[in-house]
């Protein structure tokens, strides 16, 4: 059975202190215990965390994708096994990572957007697509042609991209309509933007950070609105 209290984070660079690793995860919550896991090589490790409070490993997965080094996205997932001192555990076996799991996920968040004209920007695409939720990523997608412009967006929850391709596809931005379909491939790379240990504490630490179940009611409320917006339009 889950500990709803524990988070698992695999990919991390092992040249990274684990001094910094509990500072960081801190944020989120107190600590009860941090235990180093082996990585699936030399440069990497894994590390299972225990909070104190339950709220604070939700939070924690917030982190789940975030580039702190270039090319380096650890992944945070809450842990699904028998922690150390509370049954067997392998660490070598047992403390594994689904990547192929952690794609699909991904691409259940991320949409890609096609037809968007080629001067377009990356906070012009922030600014309008944050109507449908919070966005984790963005990234433009050179095409064959500089007559258009195409880009992926990876929300924070399944339930915004579903929104966009629901009730954006089609709109005007710019000169043209756009098209919006779900994503085959998922941001990564040098592209993924740089989120700093400042930026994530403030994030954490906003007044309106939304918990997830707050979240949910929001994306609601705003298909709401989507909704009664096409209605006028049509």
């Given at each position: 059975?889950?500990?709803?209290?524990?988070?698992?984070?695999?990919?991390?660079?092992?040249?990274?202190?684990?001094?910094?690793?509990?500072?960081?995860?801190?944020?989120?919550?107190?600590?009860?215990?941090?235990?180093?896991?082996?990585?699936?090589?030399?440069?990497?490790?894994?590390?299972?965390?225990?909070?104190?409070?339950?709220?604070?490993?939700?939070?924690?997965?917030?982190?789940?994708?975030?580039?702190?080094?270039?090319?380096?996205?650890?992944?945070?997932?809450?842990?699904?096994?028998?922690?150390?001192?509370?049954?067997?555990?392998?660490?070598?076996?047992?403390?594994?990572?689904?990547?192929?799991?952690?794609r699909r996920e991904t691409l259940e968040?991320?949409?890609?957007?096609?037809?968007?004209?080629?001067?377009?920007?990356?906070?012009?695409?922030?600014?309008?697509?944050?109507?449908?939720?919070?966005?984790?990523?963005?990234?433009?997608?050179?095409?064959?042609?500089?007559?258009?412009?195409?880009?992926?967006?990876?929300?924070?929850?399944?339930?915004?991209?579903?929104?966009?391709?629901?009730?954006?596809?089609?709109?005007?931005?710019?000169?043209?309509?756009?098209?919006?379909?779900?994503?085959?491939?998922?941001?990564?790379?040098?592209?993924?933007?740089?989120?700093?240990?400042?930026?994530?504490?403030?994030?954490?630490?906003?007044?309106?950070?939304?918990?997830?179940?707050?979240?949910?009611?929001?994306?609601?409320?705003?298909?709401?609105?989507?909704?009664?917006?096409?209605?006028?339009?049509?």
């Amino acid at each position: 059975m889950a500990d709803s209290r524990a988070i698992q984070v695999n990919n991390y660079p092992s040249s990274i202190p684990k001094a910094v690793v509990e500072n960081l995860f801190g944020i989120y919550g107190e600590i009860n215990k941090l235990w180093p896991t082996q990585g699936e090589d030399e440069d990497h490790i894994g590390y299972l965390i225990e909070y104190k409070d339950p709220t604070s490993a939700a939070k924690a997965t917030n982190a789940n994708g975030i580039e702190v080094l270039p090319n380096e996205r650890p992944v945070v997932q809450l842990f699904t096994g028998r922690l150390p001192g509370r049954g067997r555990l392998d660490l070598d076996r047992d403390v594994t990572v689904d990547h192929e799991k952690a794609r699909r996920e991904t691409l259940e968040r991320t949409v890609y957007i096609g037809n968007l004209y080629e001067r377009i920007s990356l906070d012009d695409i922030g600014d309008y697509f944050a109507v449908c939720g919070p966005i984790r990523a963005r990234k433009l997608v050179p095409e064959r042609t500089q007559e258009s412009a195409s880009a992926l967006i990876e929300f924070v929850y399944p339930k915004s991209a579903r929104l966009a391709v629901d009730h954006l596809s089609g709109n005007w931005l710019g000169d043209r309509p756009f098209e919006i379909i779900p994503a085959e491939s998922v941001i990564g790379g040098r592209d993924f933007p740089m989120v700093s240990h400042d930026q994530l504490r403030a994030s954490v630490e906003a007044p309106a950070k939304m918990m997830e179940a707050e979240a949910e009611a929001a994306l609601a409320d705003i298909e709401k609105r989507l909704m009664a917006k096409r209605a006028r339009v049509e």
